[in-house]
């Protein structure tokens, strides 16, 4: 009996890892700054656009960060009463 319920509890364990839905929030990327003025210059348009682009992406990653951590709170407030529950059920 007590290796089914093992086995039964191992696989809800295996059930809920996968069923994670955690996001993966990457950094994007600080653009390259060119130490001398000429090569600012001579690719100036392009580094514009990767500031551009930096900039837009550095917001995304933050709005990334702000659902993950609300996502991770909330998963975080469901597993304490989850664990209150199971301390009440292991006592009986």
Known sequence: MRSKTTYSLTCVLIINAFSAHAETCLAPLRPLVPSDAAT?????????SDFEFY??????????????RSRAFKEAQDVSQEYGQFLETVRQ
């Open 55 to 68: 900039l837009s992406d550095i917001q995304d990653y933050f709005r990334c960060l702000d659902v993950e």
């Open 40 to 48: 600012a210059k001579e690719f100036e348009e392009l580094l514009r």
